[in-house]
């Protein structure tokens, strides 16, 4: 079957940095993407990976690992907007996102 | 309009009757999907459409149905309600299928009672 993982919720200090992982085993990849949802709104879309590395911008940057199956999103310099669900979802072999269950960051002032 | 629309912005219906969730974008995007969210559970496709007058299966499509006559609107019918289909309905388009961004709507809160 397909599986995304994700991190249930995290806590983090405003100012500080956070990184929220996702693992993923799905039938085929096209690439990864995370989304932003605030509670009661619809998701945003973040970053999109479909190149092993690296992408940053701003205070968000996106990682993929392809060959672990394994993706984190960091986030520098919290502020309390950032207080969110963050979504990791997959673009899969017959090009459908699989989503995960989405990870709950809590800031702290 | 500016971006995508849906209507109603939350409903409550009883069991066994029929309700058509509307979805309205103004982006001329040719790809418009359906999901339902769940707590505790990911975003869930029910429908997509790639273009105008083509539809899909997604991962959960039993008990729903879609139509696509036209590149604006993607409406979704439950036709007969039940009460395992209370969630919240997003509607989301994208300028084709496959690793485009996808934007959404904000959401039909949809209880069956």
């Known amino acids: 079957g397909q599986n995304i993982d994700q991190p249930t919720e995290m806590t983090a200090t405003e100012g500080a940095i956070v990184q929220i992982n996702c693992t993923y085993q799905?039938?085929?990849?096209?690439?990864l993407f995370w989304y932003q949802q605030h509670a009661g709104e619809a998701p945003t879309f973040l970053s999109y990976n479909v190149l092993d590395g690296l992408e940053e911008k701003g205070r968000f940057s996106s990682f993929l690992s392809r060959s672990k199956g394994y993706s984190y999103l960091l986030l520098k310099e919290l502020q309390m907007k950032d207080s969110a669900s963050y979504l990791c979802a997959v673009l899969d072999s017959n090009y459908q996102l699989i989503w995960g269950a989405g990870t709950k960051l809590i800031i702290k002032p | 309009i500016a971006g995508i629309t849906q209507a109603p912005t939350s409903q409550i219906l009883a069991a066994g009757r029929r309700m058509t969730l509307r979805c309205t974008q103004d982006?001329?995007?040719?790809?418009m999907y359906w999901y339902r969210q769940d707590l505790g559970l990911g975003l869930r496709l029910i429908h997509y459409?790639?273009?105008?007058?083509?539809?899909g299966k997604g991962e959960v499509p039993d008990g729903y149905s879609v139509s696509r006559a036209n590149t604006d609107d993607f409406p979704l019918t439950l036709a007969s309600a039940v009460p395992s289909q209370t969630s919240v309905y997003f509607c989301?388009?994208?300028?084709?299928?496959?690793?485009?961004?996808?934007?959404f709507g904000p959401g039909t809160r949809l209880t069956v009672l």
């Open positions: 799905t039938s085929g990849f096209n690439g």
């Open positions: 989301a388009s994208s300028e084709a299928g496959g690793g485009n961004e996808q934007f």
């Open positions: 982006m001329r995007h040719n790809a």
């Open positions: 459409s790639n273009t105008a007058g083509t539809t």
